[in-house]
């Protein structure tokens, strides 16, 4: 039998566990103050995650989805696109999203249940947090149709979970930016654990990456606690997508430190043991020890930068904790851009329950 | 001027709306070089393009998903679903991202895409091919659903669907595709969404329906005439939102109320009219509100369809059983 077509999945890391540099630097790495930054942005996101979940333990916030431990792979995909580039979420990539522009007080006014959260700053061309599953891949690509057919060299990035690229969604994504050559890049950051169930159950395939083998797109696996490795990788398949010459699947190999949300306890179903040697491969301490090493960091500077962190997310808390919800008519004001007859009734009805005069 | 069927009159404005507007974009399964499968869209890649009429993989998830992607980034996708029956795996966009995609972003993104998709039972097509699914839309709030019933309504409705801001179900009677013909100007002038049509004014009885069964609807009424019974009949069109104020002018005239529809009965638009006509117009009716529907059981195999399908005896049956109350 003959061979009619091969493949290999290539696997890229840069920086290791240990923060020793294990194979060629990318350009932009080659200047501190880029790594520096990349650390910072970081440990903002880190700083700001931490303070999240206390809000919720603390009552102050609902249910909330931690970034803890996805901060390289959140980070990298945010510097490496460009503010007419389309972000497509799920609902834990704060990550890029602070690098975009979004303000975390958005992010907590999401997870308090009000829907100005998704109203957010940055981009306004991107798409909100996508809870059920994979279906922004889709979106994602359907911008990228849509750039394509306007002959705009922007692209489309849409991030999925391990879990959520075992969905139908997912694979029409991948499908459909192979059969239509767009711009699009779907980012699986792999985190191990799609709630209780381990990325092993989730398929037989020996790479999340090489899925996008089926679609015909550029499929690469990338250490996603890695951050230079990481933009390395988005650099690329942003740069071969807006050149129109396709998609890239990324697999971003990282691992979820936290729970899955405030709502879910991981130690019913997930070794100590595991998350203990998840920890030695975080994304910051590597970064920290090579800065350290390049003698551009050190625990002054780190004491110092997360106190100025501490001070910007609390402004940005007392910004979300002083904000009001907005009134019941809220619900039907933005439901159609022309409210029909019968919404018309029904806020009316609902502004007389408060007692309220309608107009 | 050519008078067309309610299938021309679709392509019709399908060609006017991409001739007027640069942001749409036709696409979905064999819509292309082929012309769809019930020619929907033929002659339109040949003379507008690829880039306006765009084939899509074999994927109704796909289709939807990318519609969705497409309108938040300002474009006007009118995509199709090439059978009602194919339409449910495209439900998760419409229901769970274009519906509310302005709502949950308070306005600052919004979905301006048209789903169409042929409706309905009774041209003898293979199983899947021959459903009305219109209740399980209309019940999702941020949708409008419209179903013209004549070739005229049906370019004046899309006209208006695709020129709206917000996402559009667009089912078309499949049975009425090629029932008649009429002259259609093709003027782009749109009908509004959010009324019904009276196509005939009458005392007696209100017998209220929607696509292909306007045909049977109207046929009743005509054999109530030479009884001397007058019947008005009303042409839902949208049944999202739904006006019913026009229906309750008219059974305040009548007293009584006849709803015919071809989806199965229980939770039906028929319902929600019966429902509304309890709650606000109960001292006006003088007799119990009649449902003639599809029953509760999957639409068969087409040898049994036409005893599925409300037929023009028991629209009259309907209407005789109001008629004998005072």
Not at chain 1, 148 to 158: G, I, Q
Not at chain 1, 211 to 228: F, H, M, T
Not at chain 2, 73 to 82: R, T
């Amino acid at each position: 039998m003959k061979t009619v077509a091969s493949f290999t999945i290539g696997y890229r890391q840069v920086l290791d566990q240990d923060g020793r540099i294990v194979d060629a630097l990318p350009e932009f790495a080659r200047d501190p103050a880029v790594l520096v930054d990349l650390y910072q942005r970081m440990s903002f996101t880190r700083v700001f995650d931490g303070k999240a979940v206390a809000l919720q333990r603390t009552g102050k916030l609902g249910t909330y989805a931690s970034s803890l431990g996805h901060e390289a792979a959140h980070i990298a995909i945010g510097v490496a696109m460009k503010p007419e580039d389309v972000f497509c979420p799920m609902y834990r990539e704060y990550g890029v999203q602070f690098v975009r522009g979004v303000k975390p007080r958005h992010v907590l006014l999401y997870w308090c249940g009000d829907e100005r959260g998704n109203d957010f700053t940055g981009p306004k061309h991107d798409l909100p947090w996508c809870v059920p599953i994979a279906t922004q891949c889709l979106h994602a690509a359907g911008a990228a149709l849509a750039f394509k057919l306007r002959h705009e060299p922007r692209v489309a990035v849409s991030v999925v979970g391990d879990g959520g690229s075992s969905k139908t969604d997912f694979y029409a994504a991948i499908n459909s930016a192979g059969a239509y050559t767009l711009p699009y890049i779907g980012v699986i950051v792999n985190n191990q654990w799609a709630i209780s169930v381990p990325r092993s159950a989730q398929t037989g395939a020996e790479t999340l990456a090489q899925k996008g083998l089926a679609g015909g797109l550029r499929c690469v696996q990338v250490d996603g606690n890695d951050v230079i490795a990481m933009l390395a990788v988005m650099q690329e398949a942003i740069a071969h997508a807006r050149r129109g010459e396709g998609g890239t699947v990324v697999e971003a190999v990282t691992y979820r430190l936290s729970d899955h949300t405030t709502a879910d306890d991981a130690r019913r179903y997930r070794p100590d043991d595991e998350v203990k040697q998840a920890w030695d491969r975080e994304p910051l301490k590597r970064l920290r020890r090579y800065l350290e090493a390049l003698g551009v960091w050190d625990e002054a500077k780190e004491q110092a930068w997360k106190e100025q962190c501490g001070r910007e997310v609390d402004i940005e808390v007392n910004a979300y904790l002083e904000t009001k919800s907005q009134p019941i008519e809220s619900i039907f004001d933005y439901l159609y851009a022309e409210a029909p007859h019968d919404i018309a009734a029904q806020r009316a009805q609902a502004i007389a329950l408060e007692g309220r005069p309608h107009g | 001027m050519a008078e067309i069927t309610l299938i021309e009159a679709v392509t019709q404005a399908l060609a006017y709306e991409i001739a007027h507007d640069p942001s749409v974009v036709v696409l979905g399964e064999d819509v292309g070089v082929n012309g769809g499968v019930f020619r929907a869209t033929a002659g339109l890649h040949a003379r507008f393009g690829s880039e306006r009429v765009l084939d899509t993989p074999l994927d109704e998830t796909a289709i939807a998903g990318l519609a969705v992607g497409m309108a938040f980034q300002g474009m006007k996708p009118v995509a199709e679903a090439q059978f009602d029956g194919f339409i449910y795996p495209m439900m998760d966009h419409i229901i769970c991202h274009a519906a509310r995609m302005r709502s949950r972003t308070r306005g600052r993104l919004h979905c301006p895409m048209v789903l169409r998709a042929p409706w309905g039972g009774g041209i003898r097509a293979p199983e899947h091919h021959s459903e009305a699914p219109e209740a399980l839309f209309a019940h999702i709030p941020g949708l409008r659903v419209v179903i013209p019933s004549s070739p005229a309504r049906a370019y004046g409705l899309l006209l208006a669907a695709i020129r709206d801001p917000d996402p559009v179900i667009f089912f078309e009677p499949k049975r009425i595709y090629r029932q008649y013909k009429e002259e259609v100007p093709d003027d782009g002038e749109a009908l509004p969404l959010d009324v019904c049509f009276v196509l005939r004014d009458g005392s007696d009885v209100t017998l209220v329906t929607w696509g292909a069964h306007v045909k049977e609807t109207l046929e009743a009424a005509d054999a109530l005439a030479k009884e001397g019974i007058y019947a008005e009949v009303i042409d839902v069109a949208t049944v999202k939102p739904l006006d019913f104020d026009t229906i309750h002018e008219s059974v305040q005239k009548t007293g009584r109320c006849v709803i015919v529809h071809e989806a199965a009965r229980t939770g039906g638009i028929g319902a929600e009219i019966a429902a509304q006509l309890a709650e606000k117009a109960m001292f006006d009716l003088v007799a119990p509100v009649e449902r003639v529907t599809g029953y509760d059981t999957p639409m068969p195999l087409f040898r049994l369809e036409m005893k599925y399908l409300p037929s023009v005896e028991r629209i009259l049956a309907a209407a005789k059983r109001t008629l004998a109350y005072r």
